[in-house]
């Protein structure tokens, strides 16, 4: 299919960088709180439960070679349980904002970041109601189309900004949906979690 967009698919699996050594600790208590709070809240599709690990961590976990060099703040999209904004505050240590309006959500995220003693700013709001800042990577997980996305995504955006969004089987049809764009650069990379889905990394979408 050909796309009025530059656009790589990415066939080569990326390497990943460091992660740091007490990272396993902290996502062993992220994990039981998140058990823990489950039967109150609808964090995760219940399905999902016995392969929490691979479905929801490792899934968030392989964006961490895709973030640029140098980068310094982060902005997660909808963060229900904290996917994939909340591990890569753990993975990286990023200044990381996560953003959920869900207030009981919110809650379980200040609880997280508490309990693995990792400072991250919890925005009880909708994305339109969080005042814009720059940042240097924005990531959303199963939150809304791409085209809807990318305008949530533009209010942090600038120049060099990077977009990081898992997507399912529905990523190509969603690609079409994209305005053309002289500027903007899309690179696809296969999920190592799910083969039906894809990693779409997005450059050059800042408005203006």
Do not use: C
Not at 79 to 101: C, D, K, N, R
Not at 158 to 184: D, I, Q
């Amino acid at each position: 299919m050909r796309y009025a967009l530059p656009l790589r698919v990415m066939t080569e699996a990326f390497a990943s960088g460091p992660l740091p050594p007490d990272l396993s600790e902290k996502l062993d208590r992220y994990e039981a709180l998140l058990r823990k709070w489950q039967g109150a809240i609808n964090l995760v599709a219940p399905s999902t439960l016995p392969e929490l690990r691979r479905r929801h961590f490792e899934d968030s976990l392989q964006l961490v070679p895709l973030i640029p060099a140098g980068a310094k703040v982060l902005v997660d999209l909808g963060s229900g349980a904290g996917f994939p904004g909340m591990v890569l505050a753990l993975a990286t240590g990023l200044e990381t904002h996560l953003i959920e309006s869900d207030q009981r959500k919110a809650e379980f995220l200040r609880a997280v970041s508490r309990e693995t003693r990792v400072p991250v700013t919890v925005h009880a709001k909708r994305v339109e109601q969080v005042t814009p800042f720059p940042a240097d990577v924005v990531t959303a997980r199963a939150l809304a189309a791409l085209p809807v996305l990318l305008g949530y995504a533009s209010r942090f955006a600038g120049p060099h900004t990077v977009a990081l969004f898992p997507k399912g089987r529905g990523a190509e049809a969603e690609l079409t949906t994209l305005p053309a764009s002289s500027k903007m650069t899309i690179d696809l990379h296969p999920s190592r979690t799910d083969p039906d889905a894809v990693l779409i990394r997005i450059e050059g979408f800042a408005r203006g």
